[in-house]
Nanobody, 127 residues
């Protein structure tokens, strides 16, 4: 059974750091996008960061550039999201997803081609 399982969420103060993990079990993803998306209460889901499993190229939302880093450990079928300098506006449920690349690219629009979603992990940042 193909499954994505996120972990690493929690509560931190502004300026703190968290590292989220997304383990993909039951399947080895090649030539796919793995991404992190988030949804805050009362808001639509938005893309945070996406990475191409084949070459590690990454794409970030403007709101997290310079603070968040997405990475892969292909041997472990795991994607990570290192989040530094967290802000209260980063508070949301964070979801991991696997998507089909669009025209060979992985960016935030890959949310539309997602084939697998995790259950989410909550991140809360207090001021």
């Amino acid at each position: 059974q193909v499954q994505l399982v996120e972990s690493g969420g929690g509560s931190v103060q502004a300026g703190g750091s968290l590292r989220l993990s997304c383990v993909a079990s039951g399947y080895t993803y090649t030539k796919r996008c793995m991404g992190w998306f988030r949804q805050a209460p009362g808001k639509e889901r938005e893309g945070v960061a996406v990475i191409f499993t084949s070459d590690g190229s990454a794409y970030y939302a403007d709101s997290v550039k310079g603070r968040f880093t997405i990475s892969l450990d292909n041997a472990k079928n795991t994607a990570y999201l290192q989040m530094n300098s967290l802000k209260p506006e980063d508070t949301a449920m964070y979801y991991c997803a696997v998507s089909i690349p669009v025209k060979g690219n992985c960016d935030l629009s890959s949310e539309a081609t997602a084939t697998q979603w995790g259950q989410g992990t909550q991140v809360t940042v207090s001021s």
